[in-house]
Each structure stands twice: as C-alpha cells, then as structure tokens.
C-alpha cells in the first residue's frame, strides 16, 4: 500500500484557461488480451497475423446450437492478475449479454461481465520520479470477449471482415478518476503493462493491439477533485468524455491534453460538454466525435443464458498466489537494499521482465553495481544502437559474466574488457579463452610496467618538469605508458609508479 512507501504524491496538472485555470480528471478502461493459446470461449487458436479467418471455431461464427465452454486458463490469468494488483478475488462471477450492434461480432451481443466481475478492487503504484508515486484505484477487472476486425479500404463498394480476433479473451481493468494529468495517464498503462509482463497474463503489445485504453477526461476548477473525494459525487469532476481504442503511450498523452483544452474553450465560452464518445487521429493532433455515450441500459446488458454463474474456490486462488512471480516494485527494491544499486538503475533494469532476468543472470555471484554498470552502459547501449533487445543480444548472460569475472581476477582492465566485448558482439566465443588465445592479459609484472614508466620518463623531460609543477599533468604520463603496453599494464600499478617517480 502507499502508506508503507517513502513516496510524495505529484502535484495534479494544472491548464490555464483564457479565463481562469482548470485541473484534469481521467480514468482508463484499459482492455488487455490475455495470454492464452485459445479463445475465452472456444478452442480457436490465439495466433496473431494468420491468414483473416483461419481461426474461427464454430461458436465463434455464431453458428446455430453452438455453446461457449469457458477456459478455465483464462479464469486462472484473471485472477493472477487481480492478485498481481492486490484486489480482491471474487469467489462468484457471473456474464452477462452485451447487446449492440457489432459488425465484426456475428452473434450480435458481446460476452462480458457487467453486475458481477472476477475482480474487484486494488491498486496500482505508479511511480512519477524518484521518490514521487501516485496511487491508483482500481474498480474491478472483468472478462469478455473481443471483437473482429472491420476492413473499409480493400474495396471502393465493400466492407470485409476479419474474425481471427472474435472471441479472443480479455481483461478490462477500469480505474477510479485518479489520474490528474497526461504523463501520469501513461505511467499507469506502462505500470500496468508491466505487472502483466512480469505475470505472464498480456504480452503488452500495443502495436498488435493486445494492450489497448479507453480514456476518460474531463476538466474542474481547482478543489473540485478534493470535494469529489470527500462526497463521491461525480458531479464535481464536470463531464467526461470517452476517447476510444488509444494504443500508444505516445498518443494517450497527446489526446489527453487536446482533449482538456477542447473543453476548456467550451466552457470558458458558456456552452456545455457533451459526454460522448470520441476517436484520436494521430496525423491531425485532434479529437473527433464518434457518437453520443452509451450507458449500462443502453446495452440492455442481461445474464448470459448459456453460462452458469462462475464459482471458484478459495484453495484455487492460493495456489495461485504461492506460484504469483517476483513482481517489478520488490525486485526493484531487492536491487536497492541486497545489490546496492541506485533506485535510477534499479528501474532501468526492472523495466522489461527480460532485461531483469538478463540482469540477474549476469550479477549471480559478482558484484552487482559493475554488473549493472556493464548491462546498463554497455550492453543496452549497443542493443539501442542496433536496435535489438535482449533476448536477440548477440553477447549472453553467461559471456557478459565471464567478461566481469576476468576483471574481478585481474586478468583484464577495463579498456581491455571493452575491446574483448566488442569481440563477443561480432564473433561471439568464451571470454577467458579468447583473452587467453589473443594474448590479452594485462601486464602485472611491476618490474616491466616499471620499465616502460621509466622510459617514457627519460624520453619526455619537458613534461616531467610540467607534472612536477602541476601534479594533475601526471595521467599524460599514464596515458602515454597505457598505449605503449597496448592497454596491457595495470592502471592502479601505472598510476602508483608514476607518481612515485614524478616525487
């Protein structure tokens, strides 16, 4: 819970309006597929990109006398999620019917959960900056199925239509009206999308469309947010208006902030919002009206006839929650207080569940700061700059952590363990037998470091008077030793005979 962190909640976005300023209220429906092999309510395959229409079971089609069986492995990531946020399991859902006209929906209704979802309420902590986080509620999580997928501009006089995507299960996590500005819009959708990495229930591929969010906003003077929070009346946070199917970061927070200031001029104009339904066109910059918004009755929502209310036992959950993984906030204060790591970057490495992994592979047994140090500068500096990830990274864990293991024997120095990771990148092979094969231990020997000090000494008398003036002229002579070994004398051992000669 918040209360048990060091964290100051940030301040709420304030706009300025021509007349006076306004805070942003927002809360996201956010629609997550979840990872499954099979429909909700069918055996069809879950694949992404097959040819249109080659997943399609018969219950999908709506095909007379079919009946959806629901998956009993998409209950379990329901659930694992919920636990994830810390809310509440319900022991008894139930589906309800939908009704709407859905072009890319054959049965015409839409199987979701409306008076009684699996999962109610939590909380998600999404962090604004070093110790700065905001708590967001959670109302519920509740399953439904997904829709497919209209196609408008294959034909100049037809529609198509793709149902791969029918049936496909999801989650939609609906948040309270937490949420005061656009980038903290966009920390909870990746806070959120990185629970469920860690989890295993979404994948979070926002291009595929598997993490999508439907956006609330609406604008209030300052102090009516506070007064929204002592009384629950939503009057007091003005009306709201839908921005539909967001699946960029990017835009999420773009659309948020054209949003707030379309209705800023409405009212600062005396006319009134309209609560509606919108759609962000990314190449424009701009909201645009889709429809009038729907409530619950508009939907004539009614209990599923062919689902039995959903009963799950309480030894179930539990067994759950002992296999639940090590989730992103206590790994990262695990790197914190036992490897010493900053909180900076703790949270670089905890951001994706592959790099953490990578991460700790690499620090098992070793110093954990010269293990991030190599992860974060030079290992994800050069996936960056190839644009790669980890899990194609030509150097492993287990090379990397040879690469560390040398440094630690002495073996190598740090200019010799760039030049041997430059080789893994491109060749690839075992790091102590390519420093072995290619002669590239660093020298030890005091006496023959001693004896390239000594010559570039006697070959550079200027300089030696120069250094004996200004003693921080001396790293010129360590340089000049350095390059005359090839980067193979020990820097400490150079530095300390220098500047015992130089007096």
Avoid at 57 to 73: K, Q, R, S, Y
Avoid at 101 to 116: A, C
Avoid at 368 to 382: D, T
Avoid at 401 to 419: E, N, P, Q, R, T
Wanted: hydrophobic share 40%; net charge negative; charged share 25%.
């Amino acid at each position: 819970m918040l209360d048990h962190l060091s964290y100051t909640a940030p301040e709420p976005k304030v706009i300025s309006g021509a007349k006076q300023d306004w805070e942003l209220v927002i809360g996201l429906e956010v629609h997550a597929q979840v990872s499954s092999n099979a429909k909700l309510f069918s055996g069809a395959s879950t694949g992404f990109g097959a040819e249109p229409n080659s997943h399609v079971a018969f219950v999908d089609a709506a095909m007379p006398g079919m009946l959806p069986v629901i998956n009993e492995f998409c209950v379990a990531q329901a659930v694992k999620t919920g636990l994830g946020i810390k809310a509440a399991i319900n022991l008894r859902s139930a589906f309800d019917r939908k009704n709407y006209f859905y072009p890319d929906l054959p049965q015409g209704y839409q199987i979701s959960q409306l008076y009684h979802p699996i999962v109610g309420e939590g909380e998600v902590i999404v962090d604004m900056g070093p110790g700065v986080a905001r708590r967001v509620r959670i109302e519920r999580i509740h399953l439904e199925q997904d829709a497919g997928k209209s196609i408008h501009d294959m034909d100049p006089t037809m529609s198509f239509v793709d149902l791969n995507r029918t049936g496909v299960a999801l989650m939609e996590i609906v948040s309270r009206p937490d949420i005061r500005g656009p980038e903290e819009a966009a920390a909870y959708v990746s806070k959120l999308r990185q629970i469920m990495r860690y989890l295993g229930t979404c994948d979070g591929n926002m291009q595929n469309g598997n993490l999508r969010a439907d956006v609330n906003v609406s604008v209030c003077p300052p102090g009516a947010y506070e007064r929204y929070q002592e009384t629950q009346d939503f009057s007091h946070l003005g009306t709201r208006c839908e921005i539909k199917n967001m699946n960029s970061l990017r835009f999420i927070q773009a659309a948020i902030d054209y949003e707030a200031r379309r209705q800023i001029a409405i009212l600062e104009d005396g006319g009134k919002v309209t609560q509606e339904t919108r759609l962000y066109d990314p190449d424009k910059g701009e909201t645009r009206s889709m429809r009038s918004k729907e409530e619950a009755h508009d939907y004539r929502y009614f209990p599923d006839p062919d689902l039995l209310p959903l009963e799950i036992e309480q030894a179930w959950i539990d067994g759950i929650a002992a296999g639940l993984p090590e989730l992103p906030d206590a790994k990262k204060a695990r790197f914190v207080e036992a490897l010493g790591l900053s909180e900076y970057d703790a949270g670089v490495l905890t951001a994706e569940v592959e790099n953490a992994d990578y991460f700790e592979a690499v620090a098992q047994g070793r110093d954990g700061k010269m293990a991030a140090n190599w992860v974060i500068n030079e290992l994800f500096g050069r996936l960056n700059k190839e644009g790669l990830s980890v899990e194609t990274s030509p150097v492993s864990a287990a090379q990397l952590g040879g690469v560390i293991d040398l440094i630690a024997k002495g073996d190598i120095s740090g200019k010799i363990a760039k030049d041997l990771f430059e080789i893994l990148w491109t060749e690839g092979g075992d790091p102590a037998q390519i420093v072995e094969a290619r002669g590239m231990k660093q020298v030890t020997d005091l006496g023959a470091i001693e004896k390239a000090v000594d010559e570039i000494i006697a070959a550079n008398p200027g300089q030696v008077e120069k250094a004996k003036a200004n003693p921080k002229l001396a790293g010129w002579f360590v340089g000049q030793v350095l390059k005359a070994t090839g980067g193979k004398a020990n820097p400490a051992a150079v530095n300390e005979l220098v500047a015992k000669k130089l007096g």
